[in-house]
């Protein structure tokens, strides 16, 4: 029991529990912003644990005038979350940074209890215009589109590599001939050659729908060629006549693959593609993200 009351303070609310190089989603989601911003409007900026928020609100730490923002969460703690944000809700603001844990269940009473979380944010952080219209049917919080940046800590090399690349988990990915490619599940070496990447969903596929710009961002900071179907969030950045979409089939995979292999060997075609994508590199830099959480958090403080 205690007295103490914690007043206008922005908290990035991390989940991840081990020590030293976290994912670039926890590092960039979380601590970057909570290291880059400051203060916003009088309100520091503070990162903090999942757990050792938990153990306030269980010792009766007061908070008032606050702005939590859950980064990402993981869905099979979605009873815990409810039970902490639904004590420190009355007097706070409450936003649910999404990325990719949106996932409607076939179970009802599951669905039920996934709205019901949702809902008790008074913000949602999203990946696109797609999925905002999608979550709407759905759930009332206000949402802005807040885009994944490229990782800065991974810095690519001068020597371009004519190879294809999947970097991510393999539930992302949807293909049944997986060995003409390397497949990397822990994410992007450090000083990575530029290289074609590529990643596929089929429509019916529910990441799909929530796909955040992690793998886009990757590979434009990376000075690499993506090869992607036209799965929401990458027609939304990149325009529905980007060169390197393929079908929703293996075959035109195949192709655009090739395309891009073509393209990365020729010094001229390479660099004209680098020139036309060099806005949406700057789109996904750290440093518009930063610019965005400043505005976004400031509109929020403001209204």
């Keep these: 029991m205690t007295d103490k009351c914690i007043k206008k303070t922005i908290y990035f609310v991390g989940i991840w529990e081990w020590i030293g190089d976290e994912s670039s989603t926890d590092f960039f989601r979380g601590i970057y912003p909570a290291n880059h911003i400051k203060n916003v409007n009088e309100y520091q900026v503070k990162f903090i644990k999942f757990s050792i928020l938990e ?26 979350y409810i039970d902490i944000f639904s004590k420190i809700k009355e007097k706070n603001i409450l936003i649910h940074d999404i990325l990719d844990i949106y996932q409607l269940s076939s179970n009802w009473y599951t669905q039920q209890i996934y709205i019901h979380f949702e809902n008790l944010f008074d913000y949602l ?53 997986k060995k003409d490619y390397t497949i990397w ?31 886009l961002a990757t590979a434009l900071g990376n000075n690499s060629i993506l ?7 990458m027609v939304e950045i990149l325009g529905d006549d980007y060169p390197f979409f393929c079908d929703e089939n293996e075959n035109s995979l195949h192709e655009t693959i090739k395309k891009a292999k073509e393209t990365i060997i020729n010094n001229d075609l390479y660099q004209n593609y680098l020139d036309k994508v060099k806005d949406k590199k700057i789109l996904l830099s750290p440093e518009t993200m930063i610019n965005n959480y400043k505005l976004i958090i400031t509109k929020i403080i403001t209204e």
């Excluded at 090869?227 to 969030?233: F, L, M, R, S």
């Design 185 to 215: 599940t822990d994410g992007p070496p450090r000083n990575m050659n530029p290289c074609i990447q590529f990643t596929f969903l089929y429509s019916n596929h529910p990441y799909y729908f929530n796909h955040n710009t992690t793998k």
């Design 55 to 80: 153990k306030l609100v269980n010792n009766q730490v007061k908070f008032e005038n606050n702005i939590f923002i859950l980064v990402r969460g993981n869905i099979c703690n979605i009873n815990q």
């Design 227 to 233: 090869v992607c179907n036209k799965i929401p969030i």
């Design 125 to 177: 952080f999203v990946n696109s215009n797609f999925m905002i219209n999608e979550l709407k049917k759905y759930i009332k919080p206000k949402m802005f589109i807040l885009h994944h940046s490229y990782d800065y800590r991974f810095v690519p090399t001068n020597n371009v590599e004519n190879k294809v690349y999947y970097f991510g988990t393999p539930i992302k990915l949807q293909i049944r001939d």
